[in-house]
């Protein structure tokens, strides 16, 4: 079925460590896969995507890497700030009829200490 | 930058009514998107809309539910009869192209009691 699973629901870091977050999907169809983060309150934005023709991004502290044999994708975040404490979501397409839906993860709450 | 914009912000009703949730999508976006989240859970996809009609709806877009596109702006969700249940955020999302960036709108705060 539609499925994407996140881990870990909540992660607690010192600023400057690493941060990273795992997905797995189910549909070997799937071929857009973007991270948003959610501050309290406030809309999804994404920061950054990836499609299934490349294995990794990077874009200044963020890089997200996707294994499409395994069907993993994660997000690496690096040298953390206390601003990058937020709920980072993945999500992944599911194409239906050659329509697409974004399927979201359960959402990782992050939070950087200082 | 162009932003998705939403109305209301924060909109409650008594269960039972009805209710409009109003979007505005980026100007030259084609395709469009309810979706809703419970308070803290994910975000789940309710529907998506191009070219003027229906493309996909999930199991929660039941017939209680409805999407319009009543002019060549706005993009609204209507609740006809709203349960206890449907209290959540409902965000508006619209995409330039097929399988591209899906922009979020703020959001609205449906409240049923």
């Known amino acids: 079925g539609e499925n994407v699973e996140q881990h870990p629901s909540t992660l607690s870091v010192q600023e400057g460590d690493s941060a990273v977050i795992k997905c797995t999907y189910s549909d070997s169809a799937s071929n857009y896969f973007p991270w948003y983060k959610q501050e309290l309150g406030k809309r999804p934005q994404l920061i950054i995507d990836i499609r299934s023709n490349v294995g990794e991004k990077k874009d200044q502290r963020i890089a997200v890497t996707l294994n499409k044999t395994a069907k993993h994708f994660s997000l690496h975040i690096t040298e953390t700030q206390p601003e990058d404490s937020a709920v980072y979501f993945c999500a992944a397409t599911y194409t239906n009829s050659g329509f697409q839906k974004l399927v979201f993860g359960t959402g990782t709450r992050l939070l950087v200490s200082p | 930058e162009p932003e998705v914009t939403q109305t209301p912000s924060h909109q409650v009703t008594q269960m039972g009514q009805e209710v409009i949730l109003r979007c505005v999508p980026i100007s030259n976006h084609l395709y469009f998107y309810w979706y809703r989240q419970i308070l803290g859970q994910k975000v789940e996809f309710l529907v998506s809309f191009y070219n003027n009609e229906i493309s996909e709806k999930s199991e929660i877009f039941d017939d209680q539910f409805s999407v319009e596109r009543p002019d060549g702006s706005n993009f609204t969700l209507k609740i006809r009869s709203t349960k206890l249940e449907d209290s959540a955020m409902y965000f508006c999302?619209?995409?330039?192209?097929?399988?591209?960036?899906?922009?979020f709108g703020p959001g609205t705060r449906l409240t049923v009691l």
């Open positions: 999302a619209s995409s330039p192209s097929w399988g591209g960036e899906q922009f």
